[in-house]
């Protein structure tokens, strides 16, 4: 009587669990590639089942869709790909991105004899449903783009509906955009390790994919053996606020390291600071060179967008001073370039906006309304669409947990995304987690110089020896230059000097989507073709 008695309650409790989602086993269904695998290689393809929010009773579920790279032998424990973003894809849709994953595995003497699963999380790419707003925002309006001079350049209205118009569509499907978040995203990569029999592997997270795994390091230490951390988002940073005092210090050490190799005009963070203001005042029309001529305006907040973005490029870095020289004596031409640049960055716009909303709060300016940035940091999107996005917030920081497992943590010491302080800082709670900085590199450090797949591989040899890889030491700073066909190499997706495609995003992602602005009496510039 006393086993059935026992039993019978053990029953009700696995139902109760079960109906209220507190327990779940995922299935990972092995599937057909939907591209064709490359020759001599072995891949597994397949999808995950998981819930889409595990705090509420709902049947609602998610399909990620997962790739193995398996190695000639398995010699190691596997490695688990956290892209980031929030919002980027994976890259996983198709043969030629294929390829440049297989390129990139390649490059990286750490991944080999490992199993290497990318899989597009929640809300991104080929997983669904995907929070893709595409079809709902025209471009031109969030890029800030005009057709003729008499256009209405206010686009804030415009932007408004159509992110409403997303918002309500996803909604109308039965999406609950409350679950796109960090945490759930962490309980999908846990349960992707189950599903797929593995007891152990490493994380490997670039930018928002490392705020993922200190997420998962935090929820599922058990199933973590080490974590590779590249451009450090740590968990109680509320990123969005931060921006402008990172901008700052980025701004400082270029101003540093270009001044020692006599290669910039003097003070240039105070020309950036003179050009912001200026454009803030008056913002510059500018006009294509294309035969059927498009136009933009051009602020301060837009400048420093620019500048943002550009201090995430090694290869861009190295141009920065002579952009900021030209404009700051009105030759306008490299700006004009940059701002007109093709953007094929690909993400899930509302996969952005459900993480990014719920990770972090709005900006609070009450004492920095002074600062050059501040209209920079005041336009950005993310102030007006949160409120509309997301409309129930909890706290949006989470307390990290002291956690031994082994940890390295890459930074670029240019990078004004995810400065070296937020890693030192992840660092504190990360008794056996080791900062390695690199010098004359921004954003995403493997793939911006081959030391960083050095450093990569030395530490997995054995994750709890200090490192002394010499590379480190002989690393340089950029070496400036002025030529404006090498203006812009920064942009997303193409190849980095290292020969490796890149497999990140900003992060917190800038999409370089401009302000509107109400001036209309600004000069035209244009380059010639």
């Given at each position: 009587m006393d086993q059935f008695f026992f039993l019978a309650i053990a029953t009700v409790a696995f139902l109760v669990c079960a109906e209220c989602g507190e327990m779940y086993g995922a299935e990972f269904k092995k599937t057909n590639c939907w591209f064709e695998i490359?020759?001599?290689?072995?891949?597994?393809?397949?999808?995950?089942?998981?819930?889409?929010?595990?705090?509420k009773k709902s049947t609602n579920q998610v399909v990620l869709s997962v790739v193995v790279f398996e190695p000639d032998r398995e010699r190691h424990e596997p490695i688990v790909f956290l892209t980031g973003g929030p919002g980027q894809p994976a890259e996983i849709g198709s043969s030629e991105e294929i390829d440049s994953w297989w390129e990139f595995i390649g490059a990286q003497s750490w991944m080999v004899g490992r199993r290497v699963v990318v899989v597009d999380q929640r809300g991104i790419g080929k997983s669904a449903p995907n929070l893709d707003c595409s079809q709902y925002f025209e471009s031109d309006h969030w890029?800030?783009?005009?057709?003729?001079?008499?256009?209405?350049?206010?686009?804030?209205?415009?932007?408004?509906?159509?992110l409403i118009a997303c918002r309500t569509a996803l909604v109308a499907r039965g999406i609950d955009l409350d679950a796109y978040n960090t945490e759930e995203n962490a309980g999908d990569i846990d349960d992707l390790r189950s599903a797929l029999g593995i007891e152990k592997w490493v994380l490997y997270g670039v930018s928002y994919g490392t705020r993922l795994a200190l997420e998962v390091m935090n929820q599922h230490p058990e199933g973590v053996s080490a974590s590779i951390l590249d451009s450090v988002v740590p968990l109680d940073v509320n990123y969005l606020n931060e921006d402008g005092p990172n901008l700052e210090r980025s701004l400082k050490i270029l101003e540093r390291d270009c001044q020692k190799a006599n290669s910039c005009m003097q003070g240039i963070s105070h020309v950036v600071q003179t050009i912001a203001r200026q454009l803030d005042r008056q913002p510059l029309l500018l006009r294509s060179a294309e035969k059927e001529a498009r136009y933009t305006y051009v602020s301060g907040a837009d400048f420093l967008d620019l500048i943002f973005g550009m201090l995430y490029d090694r290869d861009a870095i190295s141009t920065l001073p002579e952009l900021i020289r030209r404009t700051y004596e009105q030759d306008f031409r490299p700006l004009t370039e940059i701002s007109f640049e093709p953007d094929d960055l690909e993400i899930s716009q509302?996969?952005?906006?459900?993480?990014?909303?719920?990770?972090?709060?709005?900006?609070?300016?009450?004492?920095?309304?002074?600062?050059?940035?501040?209209k920079w940091v005041e336009s950005d999107d993310y102030s007006w669409a949160c409120p509309l996005w997301i409309l129930e917030r909890g706290p949006a920081q989470k307390r990290p947990r002291r956690t031994d497992i082994p940890t390295l943590l890459l930074s670029g010491e240019y990078d004004p995304a995810t400065p070296t302080a937020w890693a030192n800082h992840a660092a504190e709670t990360l008794p056996f987690g080791q900062v390695v900085v690199f010098r004359g590199v921004g954003h995403d450090v493997i793939d911006s110089d081959p030391c960083g797949s050095k450093v990569a591989a030395d530490f997995l040899a054995n994750p709890r020896r200090k490192l002394t890889t010499d590379c480190i030491g002989q690393m340089e700073v950029p070496q400036f230059t002025s030529s404006i066909e090498r203006m812009w190499s920064g942009v997303e997706g193409q190849t980095t000097p290292s020969g490796m495609n890149t497999r990140h995003i900003r992060s917190p992602i800038r999409a370089g989507w401009r302000i509107p602005i109400s001036h209309k009496q600004e000069v035209i510039v244009s380059i010639s073709p």
């Open positions: 490359p020759r001599d290689r072995t891949m597994t393809c397949g999808t995950l089942n998981v819930p889409e929010n595990r705090k890029n800030g783009i005009l057709s003729n001079v008499g256009e209405d350049n206010r686009f804030y209205e415009a932007k408004r509906k159509e509302g996969m952005d906006y459900s993480v990014t909303c719920s990770d972090s709060d709005l900006p609070d300016m009450s004492d920095k309304r002074d600062q050059y940035w501040a």
